[in-house]
């Protein structure tokens, strides 16, 4: 039996995350800029639910791209077609 498990997805960058951002700079969240937040939330040292500007839509889409992207695992003997 073969199964192929393949996600084609990489995780956002701190520059990525930065950008969809308010850029309030509130420190709100703990952290003295958005900038220094976002490179938190990149290295999973902060989750993006404590910066209390962000909408809905992008907590919901950052939490989407954070999730670890999934490599291929074949289990049983190869196939060879």
Request: aromatic fraction near 6%.
């Amino acid at each position: 039996m073969v199964i192929l498990i393949y996600v084609d997805k990489m995780a956002l960058t701190g520059i990525e995350i930065f950008k969809l951002l308010p850029k309030t700079n509130c420190k709100k969240c703990g952290f003295p800029t958005c900038l220094a937040f976002a490179m938190k939330v990149a290295q999973g040292q902060a989750e993006i639910e404590q910066c209390p500007e962000a909408s809905e839509g992008v907590i919901a889409k950052l939490k989407e791209a954070a999730t670890p992207p999934i490599k291929g695992i074949i289990f049983g003997p190869k196939k060879i077609l």
